[in-house]
């Protein structure tokens, strides 16, 4: 239900939307003399308004034209709630079905969310942390240290323990149809938070989850998959891992030709690539490769804090709007171990990883991915998803605006699959069919 009676999110006054200013295609001379005309316009604008409030101001009548032209309160907390009243959390990564597997046998009966519930997820901590959508990663650990074999190709239960998964955060969404709303679309995004209700999307997080199969991948997004995780913590027969905590040796080298055609598929369908658990050169040569802009969908910087998960400057460098760089959003990871040292994080320390990216690849390229659900431990002041305010209000006491900061909240999310719809739609429309790629280690085929 609508806490605050807002039918535009993303859209309030003082918050123009993020995700319509995407500049993907590229652009033609004419294009380029209307942006530009565009940027003058906005810019007299702004002298414009800037000139009557310093006036006004001088009239000693700030505290009234903030009331209408800033619309924001001085106070870091409540300009916080203001921004997320307007522009809720979109999260990248929320590990709670594989808590309902571990924990509750795949039992949703069992499950009251809206009460208490273990972990960083339920219903009235959603709605305090200002929660409207999220990805609910389905997830399956890595098939034991060598147990598929040299090649991948042993028999695993990945894929039917996806297919649980996926069953389980679907149940759940049914379950409270008046707080979650299944979503397959950027526009159903909005229009679910328009609603008032939790957009509710599938990631699935490894390469590994899709048994070697093109086809298998089509059928997730069939089942309301939009992200997959090239990797996990595993090397798998499309790419190479960056490991958890160190660098294992490469098996590819980065992508795999099979690697390849998969994005190729992913970009066709709509499905993002996520590049988080990635190894470097994974990474590097997959976000170069996709046509469509690319997520981390969980993962902060490593000039920050240096661990493999973490994304690299040199990495950071590819991502943005420019010639041979491809837009793509960073979602902050919160988990404690790579955020900073033993006992170092926190609100603050996650807030410098935000600012990080920002920094390096652009205001328009960072979100939040906390995966909440998915860590054992939590940082001080962001310890489940009734905290997000918290990071927004530390972000605008460091200067942050609205703009940007509904851009990190969700905005940039948006944009990044529309663009990725936009290019599946441009290649189904060119005709491309569907890939039969196979695993050429494969025998049965
Ligand atoms: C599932 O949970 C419900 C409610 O706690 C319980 O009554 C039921 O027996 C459980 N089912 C199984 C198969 O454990
Ligand atoms: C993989 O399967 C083959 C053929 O069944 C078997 O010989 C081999 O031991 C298996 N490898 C592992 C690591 O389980
Ligand atoms: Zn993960």
């Given at each position: ?7 535009a999110?993303l859209?309030?006054e003082g ?5 319509r200013?995407?500049?993907?295609e ?7 003399r209307r942006?530009?005309a565009?940027?003058?316009a906005?810019?007299?604008t ?11 101001s ?5 505290d009234k034209?903030t009331g ?6 001085k106070?870091?907390?409540k300009a916080a709630l203001?921004?997320?009243n307007?522009?809720p959390v979109?999260?990248?990564?929320i ?7 571990s ?10 969310l809206?009460?208490?519930f273990?972990g960083h ?8 942390g200002?929660v409207?959508g999220?990805f609910?990663s389905v997830?399956?650990d ?8 040299e090649?991948f190709?042993n028999?695993t ?6 297919l649980?998964q996926?069953d389980?955060a679907?149940?759940l969404?049914q379950?409270y ?7 397959l679309?950027s526009s159903d995004?909005?229009?679910a938070?328009?609603?008032?209700q ?5 990631g699935?997080?490894?390469g590994h989850?899709?048994?070697?199969s093109?086809q298998?991948l089509?059928?997730y997004?069939?089942?309301?998959v939009?992200y997959?995780?090239l990797?996990h913590a595993c090397?798998?027969?499309?790419a190479?891992?960056c490991?958890i905590?160190e660098d294992?040796?490469?098996y ?6 099979l690697?390849?055609a998969?994005?190729d ?6 499905m ?8 470097d050169?994974?990474?590097k040569?997959a976000?170069?490769?996709?046509k469509a802009p690319v997520?981390?969908s969980h993962s902060?910087a ?7 998960r ?7 460098k590819f991502?943005g709007?420019?010639?041979g760089?491809t837009d793509a ?18 609100v603050?320390?996650?807030?410098d ?13 960072v ?6 659900d998915?860590?054992g431990e939590?940082p001080?002041g ?8 918290a990071l927004v209000a530390e972000?605008?006491?460091r200067?942050?605006n609205?703009?940007d ?7 940039n999310l948006?944009r ?6 936009r290019?599946?739609?441009q290649?189904q429309k060119?005709?491309?069919p569907?890939?039969?790629t196979?695993?050429d280690?494969r025998?049965?085929l």
């Amino acid at each position: 239900m609508p806490e605050n009676g807002e039918t535009a999110p993303l859209l309030g006054e003082g918050i123009p939307n993020l995700a319509r200013t995407g500049n993907l295609e590229r652009e033609t001379p004419a294009d380029r003399r209307r942006r530009l005309a565009t940027i003058r316009a906005v810019v007299y604008t702004v002298l414009t308004v800037v000139f009557v409030v310093a006036l006004a101001s001088v009239l000693f009548l700030w505290d009234k034209i903030t009331g209408v032209v800033g619309h924001l309160p001085k106070d870091p907390e409540k300009a916080a709630l203001y921004i997320l009243n307007n522009a809720p959390v979109i999260d990248g990564h929320i590990d709670l079905p594989i808590l309902v597997r571990s924990a509750f046998a795949n039992n949703i009966s069992a499950i009251d969310l809206e009460k208490p519930f273990a972990g960083h997820v339920d219903i009235p901590r959603l709605r305090k942390g200002k929660v409207g959508g999220f990805f609910w990663s389905v997830y399956t650990d890595c098939p034991h240290a060598g147990s598929e074999g040299e090649d991948f190709l042993n028999a695993t239960w990945s894929v039917r323990d996806t297919l649980e998964q996926i069953d389980i955060a679907r149940l759940l969404v049914q379950k409270y149809p008046n707080t979650f709303a299944w979503t397959l679309k950027s526009s159903d995004i909005k229009a679910a938070i328009g609603r008032g209700q939790i957009a509710s999307l599938l990631g699935v997080e490894g390469g590994h989850q899709l048994g070697n199969s093109i086809q298998v991948l089509r059928t997730y997004y069939d089942l309301g998959v939009r992200y997959v995780t090239l990797t996990h913590a595993c090397h798998n027969a499309f790419a190479d891992s960056c490991g958890i905590f160190e660098d294992p040796k490469p098996y590819h080298g980065g992508l795999s030709k099979l690697g390849y055609a998969l994005i190729d598929e992913m970009n066709r369908i709509g499905m993002l690539v996520d590049l988080s658990h990635t190894s470097d050169a994974t990474a590097k040569q997959a976000i170069k490769y996709s046509k469509a802009p690319v997520i981390w969908s969980h993962s902060s910087a490593r000039a920050v804090h240096d661990v493999p998960r973490n994304v690299p400057d040199d990495i950071l460098k590819f991502i943005g709007f420019g010639q041979g760089q491809t837009d793509a959003v960073v979602m902050v990871n919160f988990a404690p171990f790579f955020v900073a040292e033993p006992g170092k994080a926190d609100v603050k320390a996650v807030a410098d990883h935000v600012d990080h990216i920002a920094k390096v690849a652009g205001k328009r390229h960072v979100g939040l991915g906390s995966d909440f659900d998915g860590i054992g431990e939590v940082p001080v002041g962001l310890e489940d998803v009734s905290k997000y305010p918290a990071l927004v209000a530390e972000l605008y006491r460091r200067g942050w605006n609205a703009f940007d900061l509904a851009g990190v909240t969700g905005g940039n999310l948006l944009r990044v699959m529309e663009g990725a719809e936009r290019v599946a739609a441009q290649m189904q429309k060119a005709g491309i069919p569907p890939a039969a790629t196979k695993y050429d280690k494969r025998t049965d085929l």
